[in-house]
């Protein structure tokens, strides 16, 4: 499954949703498909995507959140499945993308790679939904899924190692950080 | 009883709650107990407790683009263990973070463990540009964390305020 794949087939599920991504190839992805004012982007600070979906979906329990993680940064910040799954946000999905590689610094391989199952650990964390998806078919009904049972969820989705042709967009970081807060404060 | 003071953390709780932070994160060590149990206790207050300190930046960073105010507590090592998230959310985002920082290692501690990271704090605050003023006698904490508070929200910055030990600790 290309990543590009599945986000275009649920990304008619993100109108309403306030979505959060990590850095890299999922931004400038979900960028080429179309920018929305409720999506933002964390262009650095690995590990963090979840923690700031966290944020979100405490704060504003009437508002579904969507975080589209990745490897890499999930194993920077193992430690957040733990908090995530603690106070168990039901109005948040959590979609890792796991193309088992740093892909956007050279593709050196991650620990997914030799065995590391982010789902079990997300479920040994205490997330009480977790699912591994490998084909695009499987992604949109586990998402679909996820958005029915009202609760936390953690999607790994196994992709490929491909990527965009670049990863800096005309979006710039500020303008999309004071846009998606203008969007939270008006919706 | 323990020698943190419940009338002074007390004093810093009120001063939180009159600046409407209504979203704390923590990562409990002894001078916070008080704090963190207050938190817990109020039902207007979300307290998430971590993991680890960074995490707090993101949660901060969330809660702040969702348009509620936020505060973190933690220990120095704590913002130790944070920069990253601290330069490449907050700074780079330019999101208001409201740091309170438990400042061992300063003058009086008996901990050796704790001393090296004291004698950097105020260094690495520095190095960071981060806003800072130290929480050290009653009469000026509730006016501190309003004022903290008033600059990280016009600058859209972080801002830290130093617990010491001679507001947090009652023996000498």
Redesign the interface.
């Known amino acids: 499954m290309k990543r590009l794949d599945a986000l275009r087939a649920i990304y008619s599920h993100l109108e309403d949703r306030v979505v959060v991504t990590i850095m890299g190839a999922v931004a400038a992805e979900l960028q080429s498909i179309g920018h929305r004012q409720n999506f933002f982007y964390l262009q650095h600070a690995m590990g963090l995507a979840s923690s700031m979906g966290l944020g979100i979906a405490l704060t504003r329990p009437e508002r579904q959140v969507v975080v589209f993680d990745g490897d890499g940064s999930v194993l920077m910040n193992l430690g957040g499945l733990t908090t995530l799954a603690r106070y168990r946000p039901r109005n948040m999905v959590h979609v890792v993308f796991d193309n088992e590689s740093l892909l956007s610094v050279g593709g050196f391989p991650t620990a997914t790679s030799t065995g590391t199952d982010l789902a079990a650990i997300a479920a040994a964390a205490g997330v009480p939904r977790t699912a591994t998806v490998r084909t695009v078919d499987e992604f949109s009904r586990a998402f679909a899924e996820a958005i029915a049972a009202q609760d936390l969820t953690t999607i790994v989705a196994k992709v490929d190692a491909v990527g965009p042709s670049k990863y800096v967009t005309d979006l710039s970081l500020l303008e999309n950080r004071f846009a998606f807060q203008r969007y939270l404060a008006i919706t | 009883m323990s020698p943190v003071s419940t009338a002074h953390s007390r004093l810093i709780y009120d001063a939180l709650k009159t600046c409407d932070v ?2 704390m994160s923590a990562l409990p060590e002894t001078w916070l107990v008080h704090l963190v149990r207050m938190a817990d206790e109020d039902p207007d207050m ?1 307290l ?5 300190e ?15 105010k ?1 505060a973190m507590l933690m220990q120095n090592h704590g913002l130790l263990a944070s920069i ?2 601290i330069v ?2 907050a700074q ?4 208001p973070l409201l740091m309170l920082v438990s400042y061992r290692g300063d003058f009086g501690e008996r901990d050796p463990w704790q001393t090296e990271g004291g004698a950097v704090t105020e260094d690495l605050l520095r190095a960071l540009r981060i806003p800072f003023s130290h929480l050290d006698h009653p009469d000026h904490v509730a006016r501190r964390i309003a004022k903290a508070q008033t600059l990280a929200l016009s600058a859209n910055k972080p801002v830290a305020l130093l617990l010491c030990r001679d507001l947090m600790w009652e023996e000498g």
């Open positions: 209504r979203l979300t998430v407790r971590l993991a680890k960074e995490e707090g930046v993101g949660i901060s960073a969330g809660a702040h683009l969702a348009g509620v936020s990253n998230g490449s959310c780079l985002y330019r999101i």
